[in-house]
């Protein structure tokens, strides 16, 4: 399949995402305050300035929380463990990330949401490498990065269960980091 085949279904698909929603019965008010916490499996993709790589997996919590200023738009904001990883020649490599992102929610189902993220991740992680010769290398960095993600929610009335997939890929470290999370979500405006 090429790439523009791709980019053709990509766009299909969020555009009848889209229009289901828009014509969806919204039979729940999800306005309000919401809290929720999760587990998640991270991919982490690292690469530096030495064209040192490696591919790792871990395994990390987060938590959640926001307010939905009606049943299709909201804000939220929470924290990620982006992992621990290790690579060959000796460099690991530890990051987290705070987030604050705008939410669009649409109610496909009377008891099934789907819903995007996208904002602002400020991401720290830390590398350590040891060379011989040299000796422990360390680097802590901060940046700023445009991350976002894809959900879709079980409401089984004020508890809610989610699974939600999200793709933080930064210039700290060159680290790039998917993650798939499911979780549970409190909703306190029942």
């Known amino acids: 399949m090429t790439i523009f085949k791709s980019k053709k279904i990509v766009v299909s698909a969020t555009a009848l995402l889209l229009a289901s929603g828009a014509f969806a019965v ?60 290790e690579g060959g020649s000796g460099i690991k490599v530890d990051a987290d990330a705070f987030w604050l992102a705008g939410v669009a929610n649409w109610s496909v189902a009377e008891q099934f949401d789907l819903y995007v993220k996208l904002g602002a991740f400020f991401v720290n992680a830390t590398s350590d490498q040891f060379i011989p010769g040299i000796g422990q290398i360390s680097d802590d960095d901060d940046k700023t990065e445009l991350g976002g993600g894809i959900g879709a929610e079980w409401d089984l009335g004020n508890w809610n269960i989610f699974l939600e997939y999200n793709r933080i890929d930064t210039s700290v470290t060159d680290l790039r980091v998917d993650a798939i999370g499911l979780g549970v979500k409190y909703e306190f405006s029942r």
Do not use: C, H, P
Request: charged residues 30%; without cysteine; glycine residues 16%.
């Open 26 to 85: 919204q039979a729940d008010d999800d306005t309000g305050w919401y809290l929720g916490a999760g587990v998640t499996r991270l991919d982490a993709n690292f690469k530096d300035i030495d064209d040192l790589d490696f591919d790792d997996s871990d395994n990390a919590f987060f938590i959640k929380g926001g307010y939905m200023f009606n049943d299709i738009i909201g804000l939220e904001g929470g924290w990620l463990d982006l992992g621990d990883y």
